[in-house]
């Protein structure tokens, strides 16, 4: 695919922690038009790093200072070069070619283009109990601050840099960490749009963090950011 027309600069950034088994579903299929892929890795084991660099030789890596994925975030958007950031899973779960229905609203106008898991069907290979989980995390945020969304914690999104830096939607501990940029990025009234995007669920390796450990910490963030004062 070539580069579509007026598209400002872009950076894919990608956090990881021991996925070098998934990352061949990953970065081939990141479009060559990026200006940029930024991989933030978080400590891994395995040969992560070797892998990113074999098969995108042209990829930018930098070890992230501290742990979890929201530090992780926070130190890719401070070494992102493209005005437009999006964020992919490592895991093989989301699908890189269709990061141009994630960019196209933010040249329409949006600052905030938040992906759903749900709004153009279910998931695949999402347990039950992973699947009410999430419920319970949308229904909790829309009660809360007055939405309709239908996902909170797809790690599928695109943003202008300067818009996200203004916000700072970062959390030092981690994996509450899409619910708490919703949750700012809510209270700072920008305009944001849902975008449905496929999700294949992860496709080797083991969950960085138990279902209802990262479901507990989302709903209490949620809570917590409502009454913020």
């Known amino acids: 695919m070539d580069r579509p027309q007026n598209y400002p600069s872009v950076t894919v ?35 992560t790093v070797e892998v990113a660099k ?14 979890g994925k929201g530090d992780a975030l926070r130190y890719g958007i401070q070494h992102a070069s493209g005005d437009i950031i999006v964020t992919l899973d490592a895991d093989g779960s989301t699908d890189p070619e269709e990061m141009p229905r994630f960019i196209e609203p933010l040249l329409k ?19 039950w109990h992973r699947i ?29 840099k300067t818009v996200i830096e203004q916000v700072n939607p970062w959390s030092p501990d981690g994996f509450e960490n899409e619910p708490l ?15 449905g995007h496929s999700d ?10 138990r279902s209802w450990r990262q479901g507990f910490k989302a709903i209490k963030t949620i809570i917590r950011e409502r009454f913020r004062g």
Do not use: M
């Open 13 to 47: 950034l990608i956090c990881t922690l021991n996925e070098e088994e998934n990352l061949p579903y990953v970065l081939p299929k990141i479009p060559r038009w990026v200006d940029e892929i930024l991989l933030v890795d978080g400590h891994s084991t395995d040969r």
């Open 54 to 67: 074999k098969l995108r030789p042209e990829i930018k890596v930098v070890c992230q200072p501290g742990r």
């Open 109 to 127: 106008g949006y600052d905030f283009a938040k992906g759903s898991r749900f709004l153009q069907g279910f998931p695949q290979n999402k347990p």
């Open 132 to 160: 009410l989980g999430n419920w319970i995390i949308i229904i909790t945020f829309d009660i809360l601050f007055f939405r309709r969304y239908t996902d909170l914690c797809s790690g599928y999104n695109a943003f202008w």
């Open 181 to 195: 940029i919703n949750c700012r990025v809510r209270r700072a009234g920008l305009k944001v749009i849902e975008v």
């Open 200 to 209: 294949r669920g992860r496709l080797g390796g083991d969950i960085k963090e």
